[in-house]
């Protein structure tokens, strides 16, 4: 019977040395750190990653992720400098800086993330407002969310909390505007289409009238060398007859009469013509003249 008892005891004493030994140590995780609280009052921070003790039974376990961690903002409106409005959803990178501020200012990561919410969509609301449209949208884009994060990153110290990045995911107009923008921005692009066609077209135009100027003045210019050449050629033929005239007049005569034959005396004709005509003298009397 003591025996059983003794080793109710120890079982007993075993147990309670495993849930004091639970509630005494613990480990941290390397992507966390902890805040040792006893009743609520601040007692210890812990970052080191390992094994680590507490008071059992009084004392509290808080542990903070030490990663960056993400919110994302849902999408609001803005107003831009030159009164157009502009949906926009802002994302915010942050981690917690100083765990014990971040512990009394905000408690926990939702609190945090609506704190960070509150102040990049006051400061992009401010960004946004004292600029244009086509400048929130275009090359100030990048300025406007480096101003924004610069200004969160300050304001966000009083909470234990570094802010590494703000930017957003998507500035679009709302919807009830888009099929309107749509609509002229498509009108500008006809217009532009239209300038750019008739600019061709008087483009083509002094083109083929500059074609047409150049080949008018080749052919003009081709037609005035083939005159010449023919003109000379002409020269050159008649010198040519006329020198062979001058050395045999009868026989230039001759052959004259000869190609003149051929031209109009073809087969089976019929010319009735005076028998003393001179075309025919060299039919009727082959001979040449003052030969005997």
């Known amino acids: 019977m003591k ?17 004091v030994m639970r509630q005494t140590l613990f480990t941290i995780n390397e992507t ?17 990653s390992g094994l680590a003790w507490k008071t059992p039974f009084l004392q509290t376990v808080n542990r903070f992720d030490r990663r960056i961690l993400t919110s994302d903002a849902p999408k609001a409106e803005y107003l831009t400098q030159d009164k157009k409005r502009l949906v926009a959803d802002p994302v915010t ?18 609190g945090a993330r609506a704190r960070l919410d509150d102040l990049v969509l ?4 401010r960004e946004v407002a004292s600029h244009t449209f086509e400048l929130v949208v275009g090359p100030k884009r990048e300025t406007i969310m480096d101003n924004v994060a610069k200004t969160a990153r300050e304001k966000a110290t009083e909470f234990g909390i570094e802010v590494v990045d703000v930017r957003i995911k998507r500035a ?9 923008v749509f609509q002229r921005m498509q009108a500008e692009r006809e217009r532009e289409a239209k300038r750019y066609r008739s600019e061709g077209e008087e483009e083509s135009a002094k083109l083929k009238a500059e074609t047409d100027k ?3 003045i080749v052919l003009a210019q081709a037609k005035q060398d083939a005159e010449k050449l023919r003109g000379e ?6 010198r040519v007859y ?25 087969q089976r004709s019929t010319i009735v013509l005076p028998a003393d005509t001179d075309l025919f003298r060299y039919l009727s009397s082959p001979k040449r003249v003052g030969m005997q």
């Open 3 to 19: 025996t059983k008892l003794f080793s109710l005891g120890a079982l007993i004493v075993i147990l309670l040395g495993v849930v």
């Open 32 to 48: 966390e750190q902890v805040i040792i609280t006893q009743f609520g009052e601040y007692k210890r921070t812990l970052q080191q």
């Open 93 to 110: 990178r942050w981690r917690i800086a100083d765990p014990l501020l971040f512990y009394k200012t905000v408690r926990d990561e939702s």
């Open 122 to 125: 006051s400061e992009l609301r």
């Open 172 to 180: 679009d107009l709302p919807q009830e505007v888009q099929l309107s």
């Open 214 to 216: 150049q080949c008018t």
């Open 233 to 238: 050629g002409d020269a050159t033929a008649t």
């Open 242 to 266: 006329a020198e062979a005239y001058g050395k045999d007049a009868e026989f230039y005569a001759f052959v004259r009469s000869l190609q003149a034959y051929e031209q109009f005396l073809a």
